[in-house]
């Protein structure tokens, strides 16, 4: 058996106790609301996954769908004409 290695160093250093910085923090709090309506979402379809979508889960499908583009939009900003 061949062992494989690696010709150059790492790119990128591996820290295994770093925190995550101020800058970051404040991203992770600006995506929070397109993060809850994209997991709103997901479990929206989870549950149409074991048997067909009844009327009210394809509702509730449909508005976690428009949740989501909306955080999107949110996130995206004011459109500049």
Same mark, same amino acid.
């Given at each position: *058996?061949?062992? *494989?290695?690696? #010709?150059?160093?790492a790119v990128t250093a591996i820290a295994g106790d770093r925190e995550p910085t101020g800058a970051e923090l404040d991203a992770i709090e600006r995506e929070m609301p397109l993060i809850a309506a994209e997991v709103e979402l997901l479990d929206a379809l989870i549950v149409t996954l074991d048997s067909a979508a009844t009327v009210l @889960?394809? #509702? +509730?499908i449909r508005r976690a769908r428009n949740r989501v583009l909306a955080a +999107?939009? @949110?996130?995206?900003?004011? &459109? &500049?004409?």
């Open positions: *058996m061949k062992h *494989m290695e690696a #010709r150059q160093a @889960d394809e #509702r +509730r +999107r939009r @949110d996130l995206a900003g004011p &459109v &500049v004409a």
